[in-house]
């Protein structure tokens, strides 16, 4: 399967630290995507790397991606509460498929 | 319209009845995808839908499942004979082309009872 496996699972940090994601995957892509959810319903992309791409920074994201050994990480710098949310990789294969891993919950302390 | 628009938001239904979920997609949204959510859970990939190829339909979890994309728009999930197990939100997105982002809509919270 091509599916994404986020780690750590659950993630809590105080407000003002950095927060980092991984994420890892089993067959050749053609980009990974970042997401993140709030109150469990729809989601809203965050950033998206090609598979010819190492590092992407949007905002206070940074996303680094290593096809050599299929993972990637997201950053998140200088957390806000507004940053509690489920965060997901998501994966495109070369079937055009866009595969979900697991998710990991981050919560932002005050 | 201006986003991806699921309908209804929430459905209650006895088991062994059959539903049907809604999603409009964005207009010109070549890509249509179904994903299925348990609570805390991550997103199980259901069907795929790409232009007028025909769809990737090996995420359906059984032949009670089925979808349909009509004109390259709109699409249906119908579930038939449903068992408390399919209770979860049913979740559409839509993307634009391939290797871009998908946009989600609000999802549907289907509860079997």
């Known amino acids: 399967s091509q599916q994404g496996e986020e780690d750590p699972q659950a993630l809590s940090i105080q407000e003002g630290e950095n927060a980092t994601m991984n994420c890892s995957y089993k067959?050749?892509?053609?980009?990974l995507q970042w997401y993140r959810q709030n109150s469990g319903r729809g989601l809203v992309h965050l950033i998206l790397i090609r598979s010819n791409e190492r590092e992407k920074h949007s905002g206070r994201l940074r996303v680094t991606l290593d096809t050599s050994k299929k993972s990637s990480s997201l950053l998140i710098t200088a957390s806000r509460a507004a940053d509690t949310a489920s965060y997901f990789c998501a994966t495109e294969g070369r079937d055009d498929k866009i595969i979900f891993g697991k998710g990991t919950r981050l919560h932002i302390l005050p | 319209g201006a986003g991806v628009s699921q309908s209804p938001s929430n459905k209650v239904t006895e088991k062994g009845k059959d539903v049907e979920l809604r999603c409009d997609p964005i207009s010109g949204h070549t890509a249509l995808y179904w994903y299925r959510q348990s609570l805390g859970q991550g997103l199980e990939f259901l069907i795929y839908f790409q232009g007028n190829s025909a769809p990737d339909k090996s995420g359906l979890p059984s032949d009670r499942f089925s979808a349909e994309r009509t004109g390259g728009s709109v699409s249906t999930l119908t579930i038939q004979r449903t068992q408390q197990e399919d209770s979860a939100v049913y979740l559409c997105?839509?993307?634009?082309?391939?290797?871009?982002?998908?946009?989600f809509g609000q999802g549907t919270r289907l509860t079997v009872v």
């Open positions: 997105a839509s993307s634009s082309q391939k290797g871009t982002e998908a946009f």
């Open positions: 067959t050749s892509i053609n980009n």
